[in-house]
């Protein structure tokens, strides 16, 4: 009996050991589970503090106790983050109360925060201003708000304080900026309203959507309303031309030009309207227009007095001997008169359909009335670059393989160039025979013995021969300046120079030879003793001959 008692007991304490180690064990399994989850929040809040931390906006809480527990923390609890501290240069850190924040403000904005907070702490009412630091010239901006759970308990009242120092630096360069560009602005207007001309903008819709002063004036309206002009004003009349010409430059991206009559202060006048198109804002489907007024009265009654000149000039051309022809910066010809038709034999019919100076010069080969060339198409193109190159007249002479010889010159026309061809075939051989006879004349003077000059009327020096030049030993480039009678002489000075008075020697010898035209004696230095013969000839030229004796 004992025996089975003593059984059970044992049984009963064994079976109250296994659940004791039962609960042990599961009472070590919920403590793990615990600290496990204790673990995990504490890392979360530190998660959450350290990521507040980082915030580049620093705060001051003011933490509140637990409503829904008895809670111990009885007392609201101030807290101020790290970056507070730095951004306020706080001397306690994070240790610092609100007290020590509002040091660091004026009395007045410290006076306007604590009055937000009560506003915020009493009616829940949030607020955000901007407030000066005493210490720096840095602003500081301050948002204030409660922040309650999500079941109705006031968690804190967060004051959040933000440095605006690199926000109020780019504000105050934006706004440096934008008086910079402002000023840019009232200097392009008044650089646009006391331009000379009128001048205008249009956008993609061909509509004015600006313009200077001088075009409000000429046109006669005081704003650009948009509104159409009333009909056979100025403004009608230079709207209808102008949108014309800049629906034409949009279409083809050229400069467009115009001419167009306004009466100006009751005075009629002529101006010229362009129009030229740009793509606005770099977009290539947004073409704007620029138009301007350019007042050409002037300029038109010039045109007018040249055209009235340039029609007598012509008639002066076609009455005279010398052919001329006139072809335009197209190389059409567009004036010749009668005698350029007859030098070059050709028909007027030809001449009257405005041939181009190719074809002109097409039609002389033809006729073999063009010097003789070996590459004619480089012959001709060398002649058509003269309508792009000419800026002063050119002279030549073209050899016509019939013997004759024209001289050609070209000169800049205000149509382009104007040709002039004159037959100096006559006068060419006329030089050559004078040439000719100055040739014989010279060989014979050269084969004189005697030393010869001669003077013309002028008395500058004509010829000469080489018994002077050996004689006198004279330099023959001196003697072809054409050097007058006393400068001759001159060269003669070394040959004298025992004579005590040379200036009484050269105007004796200047007076046989000019006025009494006798001969005499003179002797040199070197004891050669010349007679000089002076001959006054039939031009008036007068001879001078030497003989040594």
Known sequence: MNDDLLREVLYFCLAG???????????????????????FLNRDR???????????????AFIYPDERIKDPRRTVRERCSRRLAVMLNLPNGIQSGFEDVLECFYKDDAKKIRKYLSLMQEENIPFEDVFALKTTERSVSIFGGRINGADGNLYCDMLWFRDLSAEMLKIREL??????????????????NNFA?????RDEHLNIILANKKYADIAGINDMDGSIPPAETNAAVLENVSRKLADAARETNKMQKGGINLAVNGEAKHFEVSETPFHADGSLEKIYTVGTLTDATELDAVKRTFKIHQNAHLDVLAALGTAFAIFDMKQKLVFYNKSFLNLWGLQAAFLDGNPTYAEFLDKIRDSRLLPEVSDFKSYKNSEEQLFGGLIESRE?????????TFRR??????NGLIFAFEDVSDRLAATRMINELYSVQQNILDNVRDAVIVFGADQRLKYFNRSYKKLWKADDAELRNLPNLSE???MQKPYFNNQEDWNSLKQNMLGHILNICSRFQLERND???LEVVPVLLSDESVMITYMVF
Do not use: C
């Open 488 to 490: 001759v002489l001159e």
């Open 396 to 404: 030549d002479l073209l050899h016509i393989p019939d013997g004759r």
């Open 175 to 192: 706004e440096a900026e934008k008086t910079l560009y402002r000023q840019r602005l009232h200097r392009l207007e008044d650089m646009l």
């Open 527 to 529: 004891k050669l003793r």
């Open 46 to 60: 530190e998660r959450y503090a350290e990521t507040l931390y980082a915030s580049k906006d620093g705060y001051f």
């Open 409 to 414: 010159i070209v000169a800049p026309h205000p």
């Open 197 to 201: 001309e009128p001048v205008w903008l």
């Open 17 to 39: 050991g296994v659940v004791l180690i039962a609960l042990l064990i599961s009472f070590q399994i919920t403590i793990a589970r615990l600290k496990q989850k204790n673990y």
